[in-house]
């Protein structure tokens, strides 16, 4: 033993070693053959030591784990063979740990816990169990393994290896785990000061920012906010794979000033800020962040007095009532385990992923793509699979639907237990490690260990699922829909239906609306009166708002910002109404409970909403453009140039840099706007149009094709005459279906997806890429269809199948439209007072029971908390 120097355990495999010795004598021959696919560990590189690539298996499993000795990838058992096959890699490194509870004795109880376990080699394996205070002995057994024959070498062998092997060996067997170097390096990355926090400039213009109501001071954009700390300036930030973000404007902002810290306003919280140093290219901390933020009205210090003080001893019984609630403490809940019924373990703040991932594979679309494709995905999969998105989701799949990682106790562990008095039996869960580590890549929130909005990474997922199904079954459709929005004239009377693509809905919480709002005020005024007089605060009153006036607000008309009305050709007042054109096979619904007070501290309202068990939404079926209706004309906005562009219009050039345009068009930008770039800066090259594209991207005509009275026969101004401006069903330009052909698209598929897009050509390609080619007419080719066309979406809502499929309208998104009634199977429910802390559990409703899944434990759940959920899943009612 390592602790005492004893002689290390007797390798389990001595007859087979026998056999071995017998067929070679000298094992450096033995290994030559093999010797160039050996490699020992470089700087960078993960050694898979803790969990196999395509299972839940590990060196506690019962078959160990296997690591290639040239990739570093771990391999359960049963998936080892496979590797070989598709590689060739023949040598391995079998890792196997011998856990056993340690009897309790007075003499070792005396000893620390670290001198209390025991290794024959020193492995360094992470613990894939809690041990909970309980005393274990461990044996990790290492040796090599040489495939196809199984030949195996006990380690550690020095005399008998060549150095090589060696020192190969003793690099993986000393090397942390992937993840745990992962983890490691994440938490460095995020105690970083930055060098400009001391030192910072901030300018004197007066500049105050208001708790909410924040958009980009250039395009408007309203996600994705950061707040400069030198001038204040509120821009948007980059865009990310996942078609998040922005437009990159707080960069563009750095670039233009140096001014180097900017925070990201929807995370300011009394514990702190994400911050972002533009010089130093990276996510850094400043000690002075309450004073920095002071300087534009937010002050931290304040709310800081106020969370030590009475106000959070209020939020803290709010809090605690929450948890004990929602996650039903206090009630003898009975486990339960096999398929279907297996928890997922939380890597720390990762409880987010958890929740939406126990949901998704809840629903059959997503357990038949992945888990009933589990064989063809694992043979098909890359030479590295941890980095396969289909691979990790079938593993996880497979994990959780399996049964294989949820156990019931043997019955001696049972007879054990209750003698000892202890906890009932908890299976281990599946740890999604390399699946978090795969689709957080990138990603600056969900690639952090903080705790994440639910919401948001449900949506992340679906945009993941979406953009890794192309040619293949997509799970995600069944949650898609359209969206049928009416836009109307307050002046004109004229209306505007356009439709649009959404996944979930967002339902406000009408506070006002409150049935026990007397109750509220009441409470409210016993708080502000102790608060005043120091004494304790009231006990906290929850506000009780009804399903039917949460759903009413959501059907209200909104009012339109910044209208501009095409029948006056001016702004004007606009109202919005939304309703839905089609129905999903699965609904979601978004409860809005997070807000920002006045005083800058973000807060969770606390309110119950009694959400129904079955649902009827078949009276917000969109109608579309009904009789009587006059349509707004297709009619865009001028083009509003900066001041400092319009001296140039008398330069502008008779004709256009072709080669210019076809070399932004390269980049993925509409190839009209190209040319309006091109031509907007004289024909300048393209870094200037470059620069005219990001300044003018947000504008809605963007996109539209350049119409100028020079570029046309004479006749009356394009402003006054309807046809001045294209028609939106015209033909997509013929360079941007020439670029979509030229990478192998077909003509006709191009075409639809440029029409479905508005003409965008990145927006087309993903449309291309989750749109499979179908058999189409040339008739339906040449539909004219970048506006939604009402009549067919009519056409569309009259009918009620349930199995809608794509091909009744192959130029738009696929939808799976069908009756508007549906019954609840699941919800997500969060504690504490943010999105950013706090802890999610999810419920599910299987076998006509409820579940609740609480990380790695699964409970029959008592008394499920349906009207404290943040988000609510519901599966459609067939018609009959």
Sequence with gaps: CSKCGAAPVAPRHCGARSRNANMATDLGELLVPYMPTIRVPRTGDRVFKSECAFSFDSPESEGGLYVCMNTFLGFGREHVE???????????????????????????????????????????????????????????????????????????????????????????????????????????????????????????????????????????????????????AVLCGKWFFDGSGGNGHALEHYRATNYPLAVKLDTITPDGADIYSFEE???????????????????????????????????????VSEWEVIQESGMKLKAVFGSGYTGIKNLGNSCYLGTVMQVLFSIPDFQRMYVGNLQRIFDYSPLDPSQDFATQMAKLGHGLLSGQYSKPPMKSELIEQVMKEEHKHQQKGASPRMLKALVSRGHPEFSSNRQQDAHEFLLHMINLVERNSAGSENPSDAFRFLVEERIQCCQSRRVRYTQRVDYCIQLPAPIEAATNREELLAYEAKRKDAEENMRSPPEPV???????????????????????????????????????????????????????????????????????????????????????????????????????????????????????????????????????????????????????????????????????????????????????????????????????????FPRAHSIHALKATNNNLERALDWIFTHPEEEESDAISDMADTEPNDNAFSNANSHSDSTLSPDRDTSGPRVKDGPGRYELFAFISHMGASTMSGHYVCHIKKEGRWVIYNDHKVCLSERPPKDLGYIYFYHRLSSS
């Design 281 to 319: 290219e990276e996510a850094v901390l400043d000690p002075h962040i309450s004073e920095h933020l002071s300087h534009f009205g937010i002050d931290m210090l304040q709310m800081q007095n106020r969370t030590n003080g009475h106000h959070t001893d209020n939020n803290s019984r709010q809090r």
């Design 82 to 232: 496979r590797h070989y096959r598709k590689t060739g890699q023949s040598v391995y490194m079998h890792l196997k740990r011998h856990v056993k509870e340690v009897r309790f004795t007075p003499a070792l109880h005396c000893l620390p816990v670290a001198d209390r376990m025991f290794t024959s080699s020193p492995v360094d394996l992470e613990l894939n169990r809690d041990f909970n205070g309980e005393d274990y002995e461990y044996e990790d057994e290492a040796k090599l393994v040489i495939f196809p024959d199984h030949f195996e070498i006990p380690l550690p062998n020095i005399e008998e290896l060549p150095a090589l092997v060696t020192i190969a060996c003793d690099a993986v067997l000393n090397a942390p785990s992937a993840y745990k170097k992962q983890e490691l390096e994440s938490w460095e990355e995020e105690i970083q000061v930055s060098r400009h926090a001391r030192s910072l400039r901030q300018l004197d213009n007066g500049v105050r920012i208001p708790p909410s109501g924040w958009k980009c001071q250039k395009c408007e954009m309203r996600e994705n906010l950061w707040l400069n700390l030198t001038d204040g």
């Design 542 to 744: 929850r506000a009780r708002i009804p399903f039917t006036a949460c759903l009413q607000a959501f059907t209200e008309p909104d009012n339109v910002p910044d209208f501009w009305s095409s029948a006056l050709q001016a702004k004007s007042a606009g109202i919005k109404t939304s309703r839905f054109a089609s129905f999903p096979e699965y609904l979601i619904l978004q409860i809005k409970k997070f807000t920002f007070g006045v005083d800058w501290v973000p807060k969770k309202l606390d309110l119950a909403i009694d959400v129904p068990d079955f649902l009827d939404l078949s009276r917000l079926r969109a109608t579309g453009l009904q009789a009587g209706e006059e349509e707004l004309p297709d009619l865009m906005p001028p083009i509003v140039l900066p001041e400092d562009t319009r001296g140039m219009l008398n330069q502008l050039p008779k004709k256009i840099d072709e080669a210019a345009v076809m070399q932004l068009a390269e980049m993925g930008f509409p190839v009209e706007a190209c040319r309006k770039a091109v031509y907007y800066t004289g024909n300048m090259g393209p870094e200037m149009a470059f620069n005219w594209i990001i300044a003018h991207m947000e504008e809605p005509d963007f996109a539209e094709p350049l119409t100028l009275p020079s570029m046309i026969d004479p006749g009356p101004s394009t402003s006054d005459s309807p046809m001045g401006a294209t028609p939106l069903g015209n033909s997509p330009p013929e360079e941007s279906i020439a670029i979509l052909t030229s990478m192998g």
